[in-house]
């Protein structure tokens, strides 16, 4: 009987140990019975660009930091399963610098100058929110330009806020209008409440990730078994399908400098330590798997399958438009004071640059963010800061070279894709249609837009078609975000009878005690 029952278990590869990677792997891990398997990274840690490093006896968080709370809760209950609770963080910002800087506290004179356009602002946000099924293909650059919006307004409010958002960088022009709508009126995404005399006028809860490299640790850990196997070091270097499955040849991989990082971005950089390219020698190891998910970037999938990947496969895949930031680390408090607005409150800054006002630089303040710092804020050793600069094709703005090098911790490459609106025209509402096709799934944040949220709601939406149901139908805010990535990412919905299951999660309540209580308090 139990030869018969390993028999029929599904083999499921996942390439890719991020954070779509990793919620697909646990989901379907909670069912050895049904799946075997088989997550692999060229990594030698799990949680791509959720990583973290090392300082002065402190860990800090250089990739992922946290969100909003209504938008994250997919992310808290993934966490919570195995034993770490996220912490409280102010979400206080300061935008631009002198005449151009605004805050979301108090009231400023450009935000007085432009009180009639932020009002108006409000009136046009509710009709792009009402027309989202054409909205979400025309850019907030060409609806703020049709609605006769001031340049000012534009570059020196709306952009920068839309940066913050979401990450969208010197690409925000081109930003879906209806994801900007969506920020301040989805109640599973807004962020600020939208106010009619200051654009922003409160102090948001936000939530802030402590140790992620620790985090995604545990799960490694809670995962690993007979039926579940993690391959760290190791490169799918060929992808084969067939009609009965898929064939993966594996090798050892090429050594990372950094978790999560992009490599070829670092090579010429002299304060980056690339470690040695040349992997060790042995022969490929091939597998053949009955189902495999792509849990990496779309570029990644595209360069994996080669020639097998199909035609409209591939113009999918290929539409996913990327460029490369530059991450720095720092204690350097003069260049933050000479480039944003400083004060003691603020812990998220936008610079935008005066040549070009359309372009930003972000820095945050780690210290009064990260729940890891709080012994080195409570010190007195001074702020650690982070440094944003983005898009390395359209550098010769940047100001890093103003950066003390003596004071720079870290300085990290990355691979970002773009939300502009050409985004949900030639990827999103076509995702689902690669789904399942020659016994293939895509995920990650791509498949939507780019939180960390979306990316594990795509990665248990995969398992949840492979036969893992959703397992946090109980928060009423994280099922709505599932739902939203499952409708766009596979063009399927639960049904009642799914959806009042997983509410009442009696048969996986005694999985999920036993998983927290399996684990040390998170620190």
């Known amino acids: 009987m139990c030869l018969i029952m390993a028999e029929q278990k599904k083999k499921v590869a996942i390439i890719g140990a991020g954070a779509s990677g990793m919620a697909a792997a646990w989901s ?27 300082h002065k006896g402190v860990r800090v968080n250089y990739g992922v930091q946290g969100g909003s709370p209504a938008s994250h809760q997919n992310t808290v209950e993934f966490m919570r399963r195995f034993g770490v609770e996220v912490a409280d963080a102010r979400l206080d910002v300061s935008f631009g610098k002198g005449e151009s800087n605004w805050k979301n506290y108090s009231t400023s004179p450009l935000q007085q100058r432009l009180k009639g356009e932020i009002k108006r602002f409000g009136t046009v946000l509710r009709w792009i929110y009402w027309l989202e099924f054409i909205t979400i293909f025309v850019s907030i650059e060409c609806i703020l330009s049709l609605c006769c919006f001031s340049a000012d307004f534009r570059q020196r409010m709306v952009y920068p806020l839309v940066a913050l958002f979401f990450g969208t960088g010197n690409a925000t022009p081109q930003v879906s209008a209806a994801i900007v709508a969506r920020v301040f009126l989805d109640e599973s995404l807004a962020i600020f409440d939208y106010d009619p005399d200051h654009l922003l006028h409160q102090t948001p809860q936000n939530i802030a990730f402590g140790d992620l490299q620790e985090f995604y640790a545990r799960v490694r850990a809670g995962i690993e078994g007979p039926s579940c196997r993690v391959l760290l070091n190791t490169a799918v270097s060929k992808v084969t399908r067939s009609s009965s499955g898929v064939t993966l040849e594996t090798k050892p991989a090429t050594s990372m400098w950094r978790a999560g990082a992009d490599q070829a971005s670092a090579e010429g950089d002299d304060s980056v330590e690339v ?6 020698a042995s022969a490929p190891t091939t597998t053949v798997y009955d189902e495999v998910i792509f849990a990496c970037p779309a570029n990644v999938a595209l360069a994996l399958l080669g020639d097998q990947a199909g035609c409209w496969e591939a113009s999918v895949l290929r539409s996913v438009e990327y460029f490369h ?12 004071q000479k480039h944003f607005d400083v004060d003691d409150r603020a812990i998220y800054f936008i610079k935008t640059y005066d040549e070009d006002p359309a372009r930003v630089e972000m820095g945050f303040d780690l210290t009064a963010y990260q729940p890891t710092l709080a012994k080195w804020r409570d010190s007195g050793k001074g702020a650690i800061y982070q440094t944003i600069y983005l898009d390395r094709d359209q550098r010769e703005m940047w100001t890093i070279n103003d950066v003390d090098k003596d004071k720079v911790i870290d300085r990290c490459w990355w691979v970002a894709f773009s939300h502009t609106y050409k985004h949900f025209r030639s990827v999103v509402p076509w995702v689902w249609t690669l789904q399942g096709k020659q016994h293939t799934w895509f995920t990650g944040s791509w498949t939507l837009f780019n939180t960390h949220d979306i990316a594990i709601s795509s990665g248990l939406a995969a398992a949840h078609q492979l036969g893992a149901p959703y397992p946090f139908g109980h928060n009423e805010l994280a099922a709505a975000t599932f739902d939203t990535v499952l409708g766009a990412n596979h063009l399927s919905w639960r049904s009642k009878k799914e959806k009042q299951a997983a509410r009442n999660h009696e048969t996986d309540q005694a999985t999920y005690q036993a998983t927290v209580s399996s684990h040390e308090p998170y620190p």
Request: proline share 7%.
């Open 275 to 280: 470690a040695d390219k040349e992997p060790t």
């Open 325 to 336: 930031d530059l991450t720095v680390t720092h204690t350097d408090k003069e260049y933050m």
């Open 28 to 54: 379907l891990s909670r069912f050895p019975e049904k799946f075997d398997v088989t997550l692999i990274d060229p990594d030698s840690v799990c949680g791509g660009v959720a990583c973290t490093l090392d």
